[in-house]
């Protein structure tokens, strides 16, 4: 399974000449969360977790640490997640005993920042709503082309106009199924921001799109994709202006 991943990689470099894998920075390899670690809806910040860049305990999480997480991990401008951490602190979801820090988990707290209709995760109605949940996620991966075989240079990105629409029919599908759909202003808005968020992430300058092998790293693994070529240091920085350009544009494709 692995030898063939790799060896897959290596085939696709040679054939394409681009992605090469990089070694995660020190200190920051892979290490996914152990039993007592916490863990939350968000595959961005968990997967900052399990690469170091924030505490690998998840705990105890402060302003500061996300800063300095988003800039290194992602190249993120350090202020850009200040309203999602002040939107936590306003929630009171913390169960950390300090209103200034929470623990991952915290965050799975329904109808506060978490909404229904996710792309990776359950309904809370259905029980879970924190954990990656491969068969929802299947449905998404299917919509945004993940599994395909790549025959084009293009196949291998998901556009701003695939994600939308894969966004709107998750959405769809969880209001079939929830009798407690709640369409929050949180869902309203959340919605299109964390796709917009992925997609800010993972994008890739020259493609104007986001790479779909780095989008598989990041939500079924919840892993930084370095071995998939991702390198924080040749992302161009990221900034609030690119992640609500990115929303405008995914709440103008009709769906
Ligand atoms: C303080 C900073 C952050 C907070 C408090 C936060 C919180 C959350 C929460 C509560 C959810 C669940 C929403 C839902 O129900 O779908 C979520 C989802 C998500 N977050 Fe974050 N997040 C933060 C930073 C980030 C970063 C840095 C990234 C990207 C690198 C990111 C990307 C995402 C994505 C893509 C989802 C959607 C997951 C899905 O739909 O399955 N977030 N975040
Ligand atoms: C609460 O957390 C903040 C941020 O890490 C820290 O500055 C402060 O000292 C903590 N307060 C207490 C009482 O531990
Ligand atoms: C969704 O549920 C929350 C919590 O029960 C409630 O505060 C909010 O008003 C509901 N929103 C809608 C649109 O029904």
Known sequence: MKLSFLANIGLFS?????????????????HPPGLFDSRSPCPGLNAMANHGYLPH???NIDIEAVRSGVAAAY???????????????NFKLTTTGNASTFNLADLAKHDTIEFDGSLSRNDFFFGDDNHFNPLIWWTTAERLGLHKPVLTEQD???????????RAARVKDAKLVNPTFNASAGQI??????????LTTLWDDKAGAARKSWIRS?????????????????????????????IGRINSVPV
């Open 14 to 30: 040679l054939a394409a000449g681009i992605a090469l894998p990089n070694p995660a920075p020190k200190g920051h390899e892979y």
């Open 57 to 59: 305990s998840g705990k």
């Open 75 to 89: 190249n993120y401008e350090s202020h850009v997640f200040d309203p999602a951490f002040e939107a936590a602190v």
């Open 156 to 166: 291998k990105y998901v556009t701003v106009e695939t994600a939308a629409e894969a």
């Open 189 to 198: 808005g959340g919605s299109p921001a964390t796709t917009a968020l992925y």
């Open 218 to 246: 990041f939500f079924e693994e919840e892993r930084i994709p370095y071995l998939e070529g991702y390198s924080a240091a040749t992302q161009s920085q990221k900034t609030s202006d690119f992640v609500f350009g990115l």
